[in-house]
């Protein structure tokens, strides 16, 4: 199984502030046949499901701030958040899906406000 | 707006079979542009996929390697819902379950249900 390790595992960051969520596959997410990489990223605050904020890397689903935004390609992912408000307070998972059929999470970076 | 309302028992015992429902609104179980999913989390597993349904002229399922021999996502096409059963539990299975739609093309859970706590304890 590809597995996706996050880094940091928490980070606090002033209001205003950019803050920066990376992401690491164990192999590349990277389909050839249409050079799309499966990378999600979601957002989840306490008591509530996960809630999708990026897909295919770096399309925003519609109503996420664009103060959030998505990167990279291969086995490297990044998350932004360029001005962090105080609604963001939450835990940030990526998430792949490759040929296997089957879907990966990362372990969850936790964003607080320094 | 597509919703998604998980209903099931939050108590199972060891050894028995783990039961939850998943009721559709405003999107077909039977789509062909939808995959339907289970997905599990606790504080020692995390996020975990489980499995999904999904109608492409015909039914097919996906399971993870973890649970494969436990594991049956079905649908209810004349209730427009989807099941997940899972077998022989043990206290490790205790976790959060959500049900989430999956769209073609997007690579991600766009909609989920409210999640339901079950615990597997005697």
């Known amino acids: 199984d590809i597995v996706m390790t996050q880094s940091p595992d928490s980070l606090a960051v002033s209001l205003g502030e950019r803050a920066t969520i990376n992401c690491k596959s164990s192999q590349s997410v990277l389909y050839n046949s249409n050079n799309q990489n499966y990378l999600a990223w979601y957002q989840q605050k306490p008591g509530q499901p996960p809630k999708l904020l990026i897909h295919?890397?770096?399309v925003r689903e519609f109503g996420v701030p664009d103060r959030f935004s998505g990167s990279g390609s291969g086995t490297d992912f990044t998350l932004t958040i360029s001005s962090l408000q105080a609604d963001d307070v939450a835990v940030y998972y990526c998430q792949q899906y490759y040929n296997t059929q089957t879907w990966t999470f990362g372990q969850g970076t936790k964003v607080e406000i320094k | 707006q597509v919703q998604l309302q998980q209903s099931g028992p939050g108590l199972v015992k060891p050894s028995q079979t783990l039961s939850l429902t998943c009721g559709i609104s405003?999107?077909?179980?039977?789509?062909?542009?939808?995959?339907w999913n289970w997905i599990r989390q606790s504080p020692s597993r995390g996020l975990e996929w489980l499995g999904r349904?999904?109608?492409?002229?015909?039914?097919?399922?996906d399971y993870a390697v973890s649970v494969k021999s436990r594991i049956s996502v079905t649908p209810d096409t004349s209730r427009n819902q989807f099941f997940l059963q899972l077998k022989s539990v043990t206290a490790d299975d205790t976790a959060v379950y959500y049900c989430?739609?999956?769209?073609?093309?997007?690579?991600?859970?766009?909609?989920w249900g409210q999640g339901t706590m079950v615990t597997v304890s005697s």
């Open positions: 405003g999107d077909s179980v039977s789509s062909n542009r939808a995959n």
């Open positions: 349904t999904s109608y492409r002229s015909r039914w097919r399922n």
């Open positions: 295919l890397t770096s």
């Open positions: 989430a739609r999956e769209i073609v093309g997007i690579a991600g859970f766009d909609v």
